[in-house]
């Protein structure tokens, strides 16, 4: 079993969808979540940090799940300019080590 | 202001060469990362610095070769590196870990292709 797994897509949405991703880790000592949003030939960007109380930004709302060892993403009224790859990264135990997702590919179309 | 430099954007550089990859941040940040990534996958840690200590090397060969010479300074140098390490190489920064992991902050990376 991977240690952080995302569903790679794509999904493909029309603009106005709301769409949702699920990230689950392996690690039950996991403390610090993280979305990141990567556009092609990009370097990753910081979307979100998730907060066991959720959090919401804006149409962005993330959800941390202990007890079955998930994490969510919500994005509601798509945009085009939300076409990404959608990265999710765990930080085990509170060191240095992070994990990071393989990426949820994202296509918002008109 | 969460910027992280690095230079140069693009490496073309053959397996004899040497080379030096650079990053900077000007955010106090006191940890600073290597990670590799390669096509349609995602970033791969290699070094970590904390208060320009090495904290973890992911076994990495000894072919890239980091040095922390200051808090807001990062180097990897390049050494007899084959084709396969050819990749996008981005480094990132984050606030004092002391108070529990924070948030890592990417540089623009440098495309890097080895010859």
């Known amino acids: 079993r991977k240690e952080v797994e995302q569903d790679p897509g794509p999904f493909n949405v029309p603009e106005g969808a709301t769409v949702a991703f699920n990230c689950t880790y392996s690690?039950?000592?996991?403390?610090?979540f993280f979305w990141y949003r990567q556009d092609c030939r990009k370097e990753p960007k910081l979307l979100m940090s998730?907060?066991?109380s959720g959090n919401e930004d804006g149409r962005f709302t993330a959800q941390l799940n202990r007890a079955s060892q998930y994490i969510s993403l919500l994005i509601r009224d798509s945009k085009l300019s939300d076409s990404a790859t959608y990265l999710c990264?765990?930080?085990?135990?509170?060191?240095?080590?992070?994990?990071f997702g393989a990426g949820t590919r994202l296509f918002v179309k008109a | 202001d969460t910027e992280v430099t690095q230079t140069p954007k693009h490496l073309v550089m053959g397996m004899t060469n040497k080379k030096s990859l650079k990053c900077e941040q000007h955010?106090?940040?006191?940890?600073m990362y290597w990670y590799k990534q390669k096509a349609k996958k995602p970033p791969e840690l290699m070094f970590v610095y904390s208060y320009e200590k090495l904290s973890i090397n992911e076994s990495v060969p000894s072919r890239f070769s980091p040095e922390c010479p200051n808090s807001s300074l990062l180097n990897l140098h390049l050494h007899a590196l084959q084709p396969e390490d050819s990749a996008l190489y981005l480094c990132?920064?984050?606030?004092?870990?002391?108070?529990?992991?924070?948030?890592?902050?990417f540089g623009p990376g440098t495309r890097l292709t080895v010859t």
């Open positions: 990132a920064s984050s606030q004092d870990p002391g108070q529990g992991f924070r948030e890592q902050y």
């Open positions: 955010m106090g940040h006191r940890a």
């Open positions: 990264v765990v930080n085990e135990g509170g060191g240095f080590k992070t994990i």
């Open positions: 998730v907060y066991s």
């Open positions: 690690n039950s000592a996991s403390q610090s």
